[in-house]
């Protein structure tokens, strides 16, 4: 699949110069900062139409964050990223376009290519690997699926954005050489790959803030020779003069009161040349050319939509999911020889597809784990379910299964908008207690000053219910009329995630029967710079977690086989914040040791976007890690565990057996400022300089069947400029056919990086060869003296494998 990219040659240069001629400067600057949160404006002048932008990057949430439109919703980047299968990930960025183009969307703001400096990031979840060469191929990989439907991708945030704490205003420090050669890498394989944006971050590099950094005429627009739009993450353009002067082309959202009345003046005060105005101009007319928002352009041809988007999402959980650990050969299980299997953890039926924050999308429906071993074992085993202890402390938003409209009896929830002297601007009825916009759009509640959501609930079961309200500002709580809250919350931080998506809860008790149903009101006052989200929650009594976990130890202790789902929350995975912690959270580790101690068949599925720690490891003698899977993940997950389908995935990212003592760079600013003192020593590049030993490394994965590596064939003399091309044979030594992700690793005397990687496949007892692709690239490094790369002659030693930490073959070549 290649990208439809319209370049800008000189008949379609002369017409948009000719379309630029026609506006004035307030027209002009008008098209520099968005009408809404989430439009271009359009200007009938020039036949040019508003364009649409959206969130990903699992999925594409549409215009309005309403859970009535639905979306599908993809396995995580890290999951994509652990494939090591581009022409795969390119198929997904294809359904990605399918799924902008039914949703009306022009953008798409993804795919994210920082990188995996550190673990504890919150944001881990949405990026794909901890090395630069296999983030780039899979985000260049990413980007030509999207954009070949017609659709434009943006690579962001560019650049060093690779923590959430202090994010908005951070100053990272980072080398010139670990810049260029790291984290500048991937953004440069986008633009070779025709990428049509890139979203500068909001943090600063070096002392000054992206938006108005240099670094976006060079390389950027000026060594790469990007010719897109450079846009603003959400709120990232923070003066008039320093942005428009630099290569910084749309600021969003908007109307931008920077960018308006402001930048006008300023360009005819001589502060900004109009000229700079005129270019960026330039580029959003090309990027309105490229996704068909120009009359006088013919749009893209989008090609049909995937065949059958669930069998590909299922195809793509198996593919990155990564087994780390097979004793005695226990998986795949053979349906046929069980009797009855235990599916354990709260995550088991509440399965976590996505991780939190702006990239959230609504599917119509998820598999879970015990959703999908139950249709694979229907008719053949009994399959229980025990719970176990309870994970989260973030209140359950009502749902139309517990909560129905007052006003009209349906499933669901009333969302009023009212006035300042109470009188009703605009009703939704809506089916979640989370409601993050209205879903009719700003102008229907234009003159609002508080929002209601209200409900009919019947809880279900007796006891002290904890009913929460979220929001910000002056809020009420109300229970059959009786006030439980009425308090102010102030915000705790201005970040964008925190104000629109999740702002702080407070919580009371409501004692009620089995068979109670009672109303429930939260209300909340709209106030300055905090957002309009507000939710209202019911939860039941938390259970005795000493007998959580006995209930779950009795259900394995009669089964064939038990399966415990493990993973994270949305307290601790999420954009906003970054973790304190790679534990688990609450007792799931008790949970794991007290099953495995009354069943030793035991697997652990591991339902996280990140590293985690595994403590008892060794103590299981199965361990799969299904990421943030997506929709179809408990589909995609049951083939793996019966043998459906390989364990496709090779871990992205290293993961630490402890973060105490790990080489792990610190995510937190001191005194405003991130130091990447650790160079380009991150990942499995820091435990090889370390000499830790980490729970698994980089690149490893087990499949079900085995491979033993024969010979590693190099050329002795390597022309830098040509680069070179490397065999690898290697032999399927197992009963199975499988696929074998081959790494080529090459060091220089200053330690491994990983240079090239092939996957192959072979039935049992085949041999067959890797063939690995050096780009020139690899034999070249950053010199700040002469401000780009250059060749780096000498000898060279390769070394190939499985893992950073498993490379049996080596040879040696010179280059130069």
Partial sequence: MTTRTLTAGPDLTAHLDDLLARLDLPAKVALLSGCDAFHTPGEPAVGLRGMSVSDGPAGVRGERWDERDTALSLPSPTAQAAAWDEQL????????????????????LAPTLNLHRSPFAGRHFECFSEDPLLTARTGAAYIRGVQAGGVAATAKHYVANESETERLTLDARVDERTLHEVYLAPFEEAVRAGVWLVMSAYNRVNGTTMSESPLLAEPLKGDWGFDGVVVSDWGAVRSTEAAARADQDLAMPGPHPLWGDALVAAVREGRVPEAAVDAKVRRILLLAARVGALESVPGPAAPPAPADPAGLLRRAVAAGSVL????????????????????????????????????????????????????????????????????????TPLHPGNARNPATGEPGVLVRYLAEDGGEVHREHRLSGRVLEPAAGPEAVEGAASVEVSALVRPGAAGRWSISVVGLGAVVLEADGRTLLDTHVTPASQDPTYLHVAPSFRSAEVEVTEDQEILLVARRRFEPDTGRVV?????????????????????????????????????????????????????????????????????????????????????????????????????????????????????????AATAEGAPLPAVTPEQGVLDYAEGPDIGYRAWLRSGAEPAYWFGHGLGYTTWEYEELTAPQR?????????????????????????????????????????????GPGE????????????????????????????????????????LPLSARSTVG
């Fill in 324 to 395: 780390l650990r097979n004793e005695g050969g226990l998986l795949p299980l053979d349906p046929a020889r069980l009797r009855r299997i235990a599916v354990l953890g709260q995550g088991a039926a509440q399965a976590r597809i996505q991780g939190g924050g702006s990239a959230g999308v609504f599917p119509a429906s998820v598999v879970s784990p015990l959703d999908g071993i139950r249709a694979a074992l229907e008719g053949q085993a009994e399959v229980v379910h025990a719970a176990g202890p309870l994970l989260s402390v973030r209140p």
């Fill in 767 to 806: 041999r067959t060869e890797a063939v690995v692709r050096l780009a020139p690239r690899t034999f070249r490094q950053w010199s700040p003296q002469a401000a780009g790369f250059v060749d780096r002659p000498g000898r060279y030693t390769l070394h190939a494998g499985s893992s950073a930490g498993r």
């Fill in 89 to 108: 990930v390119t198929e997904l960025g294809g359904l990605l376009a399918a799924e902008a183009r039914r949703k009306q969307v022009d953008v798409l």
């Fill in 718 to 762: 390597i022309d830098p400029a040509a680069g070179a091309e490397v065999r690898v044979r290697l032999r399927n030594t197992g009963a199975r056919p499988g696929r074998e992700v081959v790494q080529l690793y090459l060091d220089a005397g200053d330690g491994l990086r990983l240079a090239g990687y092939a996957a192959v496949t072979a």
């Fill in 535 to 655: 939710a209202l929650a019911a939860d039941p009594p938390r259970p005795d977690q000493d007998e959580a976990v006995a209930q779950a130890v009795r259900a394995a202790r009669g089964a064939d086989v038990a399966v415990v789902v493990v993973g994270t929350t949305d307290e601790i995975e999420s954009e906003g914040f970054d973790r304190a912690s790679l534990a688990l959270p609450g007792r799931q580790d008790d949970l794991v040791r007290a099953v495995v101690a009354a069943n030793p068949r035991t697997v652990v599925l591991v339902n996280s976007g990140g590293p985690v720690e595994l403590p008892w490891r060794e103590e299981v003698p199965g361990v799969l890690v299904g990421w943030f899977p997506g929709q179809e993940g408990g589909h995609g997950l049951a083939d793996v565990l019966f043998g459906r389908a390989e364990p496709g995935g090779r871990l992205p990212t290293t993961w």
